[in-house]
């Protein structure tokens, strides 16, 4: 390689190139970072290396200084980078830290299914999850879940069923677990349970129930919100609910729920006790599936949608 001086002199010679453009060519070459770069690479640079990368050296320094102000030049996301290809200078444009960090959290948010819940869920991590001693137990066990799962996706483990009053923070707690969930690579599908029943009952009219309920049977992790805050119907219980749990169960699929309703009052609750129903046997074979998907576990604390 020839010194860089000798190099800049014959740039600036070349008849071909504006004045103008010529003085933005010798500011981009005697730029410090350029410098630095031709110095490192000397030995694998050809001698005319610098007099034909020029171009690629202006748009190396004019990409950079674009990205620097803020702007998002002509390809955004991306880093201009100076290489060596054949002994001569080329530009390669290498994702950003941002986009890096963008595009992981795309690929994460893409394995959570959200249907019909809260969208400040979206954000919820167990990190954020502050464990007041009411709520200590239901977080030790979203961390033990989680790591189980983690460590062995195709092995069977228990969910969680929390229960507890209204604003304690069980949809926020799903979400933080779907979250962690993600990070590592598992899907997870959360659907408003009681919202869920209602575009069902809609759903018979353009014959997609069966599709509806198949999502909900396969899904990877399935989370129940708000389970039994639907209006009791016969045929949600036995031929939905009934039918997901029942797959799920077979094929030993984590399932999670949330519900205002202890297991207790769950049974009661699909038994039709609450409106003069005794339909006992029917709520037991729901709450035998319900038990050997999930532990019972209670949720309790201030209720933070109201202060
Ligand atoms: P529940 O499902 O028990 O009725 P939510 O999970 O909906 O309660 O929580 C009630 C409100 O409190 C929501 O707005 C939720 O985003 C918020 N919340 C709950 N836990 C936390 C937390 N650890 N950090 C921040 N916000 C929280
Ligand atoms: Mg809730």
Same mark, same amino acid.
């Given at each position: 390689?020839?010194?860089?001086?000798?190099?800049l002199?014959?740039?600036?010679?070349?008849?071909?190139?504006?004045?103008?453009?010529? +003085?933005?060519?010798?500011?981009?070459?005697?730029?410090?970072?350029?410098?630095?770069?031709?110095?490192?690479?000397?030995?694998?640079?050809?001698?005319?290396?610098?007099?034909?990368?020029?171009?690629?050296?202006?748009?190396?320094?004019?990409?950079?200084?674009?990205?620097?102000a803020?702007?998002?030049g002509?390809?955004?996301?991306?880093?201009?980078?100076?290489?060596? =290809?054949?002994?001569?200078?080329d530009?390669?444009?290498?994702?950003t830290? +941002?986009k890096?960090?963008?595009?992981?959290?795309a690929?994460?948010?893409?394995?959570?299914? =959200?249907?019909?819940?809260p969208?400040?869920n979206?954000?919820?991590?167990? +990190?954020d999850?502050?464990?007041?001693?009411?709520?200590?137990?239901? #977080?030790a066990?979203?961390?033990?879940?989680?790591?189980a799962?983690?460590k062995?996706?195709?092995a069977?483990?228990?969910?969680?069923?929390?229960t507890?009053?209204?604003g304690?923070? *069980?949809?926020?707690?799903l979400?933080?677990?779907?979250?962690?969930?993600?990070?590592?690579?598992?899907?997870?599908?959360?659907?408003?349970?009681?919202?869920?029943?209602?575009?069902?009952?809609?759903?018979?009219?353009?014959? =997609?129930v069966?599709? %509806?309920?198949?999502?909900?049977? *396969?899904?990877?992790?399935?989370?129940?919100?708000?389970i039994?805050a639907? =209006?009791?119907?016969p045929?949600?219980?036995?031929d939905?609910?009934?039918?997901?749990?029942?797959?799920?169960?077979?094929?030993? %699929?984590?399932?999670?729920?949330?519900?205002?309703?202890?297991?207790?009052?769950?049974?009661d609750?699909?038994?039709?006790?609450?409106?003069?129903n005794?339909?006992? #046997?029917?709520?037991?074979?729901?709450?035998?599936?319900?038990?050997?998907?999930?532990?019972?576990?209670?949720?309790?604390?201030?209720?933070?949608?109201?202060?």
């Amino acid at each position: 390689m020839k010194p860089m001086r000798d190099q800049l002199d014959q740039l600036m010679n070349g008849t071909a190139l504006s004045a103008n453009y010529e +003085a933005m060519v010798k500011q981009a070459v005697a730029d410090p970072a350029v410098q630095q770069w031709l110095t490192a690479n000397r030995e694998d640079l050809a001698a005319d290396a610098v007099t034909r990368g020029a171009a690629k050296i202006y748009e190396y320094v004019s990409q950079r200084d674009e990205k620097a102000a803020g702007q998002p030049g002509f390809a955004p996301g991306y880093q201009p980078q100076l290489v060596v =290809s054949n002994h001569l200078i080329d530009i390669t444009y290498e994702p950003t830290a +941002a986009k890096i960090a963008a595009d992981k959290e795309a690929k994460q948010a893409a394995l959570i299914t =959200s249907m019909n819940m809260p969208k400040a869920n979206a954000q919820a991590t167990l +990190a954020d999850y502050d464990s007041t001693p009411e709520r200590a137990e239901a #977080l030790a066990a979203a961390f033990e879940f989680t790591n189980a799962l983690t460590k062995a996706p195709h092995a069977f483990h228990q969910g969680l069923y929390l229960t507890g009053p209204f604003g304690v923070g *069980k949809t926020y707690l799903l979400g933080a677990i779907a979250n962690a969930l993600a990070a590592q690579g598992i899907a997870s599908t959360l659907v408003h349970f009681p919202t869920y029943t209602v575009e069902l009952k809609e759903a018979i009219h353009d014959q =997609s129930v069966q599709q %509806k309920v198949d999502r909900l049977k *396969k899904a990877q992790v399935l989370m129940l919100d708000d389970i039994g805050a639907e =209006s009791l119907s016969p045929w949600i219980r036995d031929d939905v609910l009934g039918i997901i749990l029942q797959y799920r169960m077979q094929e030993e %699929k984590p399932t999670l729920f949330t519900s205002n309703k202890t297991m207790a009052g769950l049974t009661d609750f699909l038994a039709g006790v609450e409106v003069g129903n005794n339909e006992g #046997l029917k709520a037991q074979r729901i709450m035998e599936r319900i038990r050997f998907l999930a532990t019972e576990i209670t949720v309790g604390g201030r209720d933070r949608r109201n202060g």
